[in-house]
């Protein structure tokens, strides 16, 4: 990162004034590595490692369950630009009364690519013109020579090097204030908006942008393991529903007898903004009591513009779209969710053939088959990292604090909040539940705990004249704190047609919140029982319609004492024993329970 900047300060009368701006020129080189090599996976066993490459009990040779591989154009050299001006006054009013004023803007300019080698993907267009490379736009200094393919192809070229478009309205005001009305008494409060720079953040979903990079998937491979020959991706296949006697597959109409491993990538919508948080508190300081001081406060934080990566190809229900075209399905395309195979023929079927309480993907046309871009993984391909996420936090913060005196000194603090959001962590890959309804995850926020106490303390014993009995010291810190909320999913019976990640059953007719978790009895009692399971109910089909973050794990108790000892040998050395008792009541803590309800 090279930076320039310049700040100038100066006085006059009760006003201190500030300005200044800065430059940034980053560079951002790298070579994603990351499985070039492929990852082996061997589920179950050690035992299944071992006898890779033998035959097992039917005379097949055992393979490995699961492969992953990465290759394509990997080397990267990501360069953009942050612009920064600001301009700030601290004004004391009065001896008592100071206010703070300021206000900035800043520009954080997307990266592009010192070679061009960057692309997005609106799988809208795609999906209009029924053909993936119509969702494509490159970058204007995009280079078709430099990869294999691109001269067989019509290149559409984006107005930017960044193919995104910055933004240049991040105006973000300040204002803070602190008066003292008494000696003993300080009341400060404030308001500010931040902007934040994510486009650093997500440099690896633009190296894995398709169709520069391929991350090829193999599972369960029965009888033989091999890495897949589709390396070359442009010009992008033509993609058709081909059949084994009678069951459909993603195929290719230069060869329709071989299933394809479909697609997996990550994009950078062309439509990103700047997130911005705005954040506010008012707090009050009273010394009550020579060395007591007393806190009370209030901190409120909204953030808007924030991101959320979700799959923007979700599988589509065919009782919703009536009918997809389809090459290489009889009639031209798919009408019913399910299928049968009679005779070693496709059948479509209006109802399930099969138990689905068994296993829905005995009769289920694949969701890869029912994307509105065809040739995508059902999962993750197209995982696309939208600003269209929010959060707020609001919290009562109480504080006593004693300063060290009369041999001892403690510091007690609670804080009661609330925060809420649609997506906690940016660096799960993926949103909850249906893809298509990112609001339906509003709820309290992956990490919320709506109580937390914390005490510590220090207490010098009162000094005897025995070197035994002098020097001691007792001290402590005990934490009392709410357990996280989770989620309870159904991966395996709920909102089946769509193999979206982690969806959610249905609430049991009658049931309520308080009923999905059992009571009576200490925690440690219910670890095997945590949830109850008669107050759910598959949703099968359809998304189930269970909030997020409903349940609340167990909640964590602990103490720790220290005691020590100082004896002194000389004026410069001394002699210290030291016990500590880390949750000295020996209390379990438990992270939450499994949440997988069809596990």
């Not at 599988?315 to 049968?340: E, H």
């Not at 319609?545 to 794990?553: E, K, P, T």
């Not at 220290?562 to 050395?573: A, F, P, R």
Request: aromatic share 14%.
């Amino acid at each position: 990162t090279y930076t320039f900047g310049d700040t100038m300060s100066f006085t006059r009368g009760s006003h201190s004034f500030k300005f200044g701006g800065e430059y940034r020129r980053n560079h951002l080189d790298g070579n994603l590595q990351e499985t070039q090599n492929g990852e082996f996976r061997i589920d179950n066993s050690w035992k299944n490692f071992l006898e890779v490459g033998k035959p097992d009990d039917k005379g097949r040779t055992r393979q490995f369950d699961d492969i992953s591989l990465n290759y394509g154009e990997t080397i990267r050299g990501y360069r953009f630009n942050d612009v920064s001006l600001f301009f700030a006054d601290d004004w004391k009013v009065s001896p008592k009364f100071t206010l703070n004023i300021g206000l900035r803007w800043e520009m954080f300019g997307h990266p592009y690519e010192s070679g061009g080698i960057l692309n997005n993907f609106d799988v809208h267009l795609a999906e209009e013109a029924g053909d993936i490379w119509e969702g494509l736009t490159f970058a204007s200094n995009f280079d078709p020579n430099c990869c294999e393919g691109f001269d067989e192809v019509t290149v559409r070229y984006s107005d930017t090097k960044s193919t995104l478009t910055n933004d240049y309205n991040n105006i973000a005001p300040r204002l803070g204030i602190a008066w003292s009305p008494t000696d003993r008494l300080v009341i400060r409060g404030g308001y500010g908006m931040f902007y934040e720079r994510t486009s650093g953040a997500f440099a690896n979903s633009l190296r894995q942008a398709f169709p520069f990079f391929r991350e090829a998937q193999l599972n369960d491979q029965g009888s033989w393991n091999a890495f897949p020959q589709d390396s070359a991706q442009v010009p992008v296949p033509d993609f058709i529903v081909g059949f084994d006697d009678g069951e459909p597959f993603l195929a290719t109409a230069a060869d329709p007898d071989t299933e394809y491993e479909a697609f997996e990538a990550q994009f950078i919508p062309p439509y990103v903004a700047t997130p911005y948080i705005q954040q506010w508190s008012l707090n009050v300081q009273w010394e009550f009591r020579r060395d007591l001081l007393l806190e009370v406060g209030y901190v409120g934080t909204k953030g808007t513009k924030l991101l959320q990566i979700l799959n923007d190809n979700q599988a589509l229900d065919m009782n919703a779209v009536g009918f997809l075209p389809r090459p290489g399905v009889p009639g031209g395309g798919f009408y019913t969710n399910y299928y049968d195979i009679v005779d070693d023929e496709f059948v479509p079927s209006e109802t399930p053939p099969c138990d689905v309480s068994d296993d829905p993907g005995d009769c289920v046309i694949p969701s890869e088959l029912r994307l509105p871009v065809m040739g995508f993984d059902e999962d993750e391909g197209v995982n696309s990292a939208f600003t269209n996420s929010n959060s707020t936090y609001n919290a009562l913060q109480l504080g006593l604090q004693k300063r060290f005196s009369s041999s001892y000194m403690f510091n007690i603090n609670y804080t009661y909040s609330r925060s809420i959001d649609t997506f906690s962590d940016e660096g799960k890959y993926q949103i909850e539940h249906d893809q298509t309804r990112p609001f339906l995850n509003r709820a309290v926020s992956d990490f919320h705990r709506p109580h937390r106490f914390i005490a510590s303390w220090v207490w010098d014993l009162p000094q005897k004249e025995h070197v035994l009995l002098r020097g001691w010291s007792f001290n402590g810190i005990l934490t009392l704190q709410s357990g996280r909320p989770f989620s309870i999913i159904d991966d395996d019976y709920s909102g089946y047609l769509y193999s979206s990640r982690n969806p959610r059953p249905n609430l049991a007719p009658g049931a309520t919140h308080d009923d999905l978790v059992t009571h009576g009895g200490s925690v440690s009692s219910r670890v095997d029982n945590y949830l109850n399971p008669d107050a759910l109910e598959h949703s099968w089909d359809k998304f189930g319609d269970l909030g997020r973050n409903v349940v609340y794990g167990p909640g964590q108790n602990r103490i720790d004492l220290v005691l020590t000892k100082i004896t002194m040998i000389t004026e410069q050395k001394s002699l210290e024993f030291r016990a500590e008792f880390f949750n000295a009541f020996n209390h379990p803590s438990f992270r939450n329970p499994e949440n997988d309800w069809s596990s």
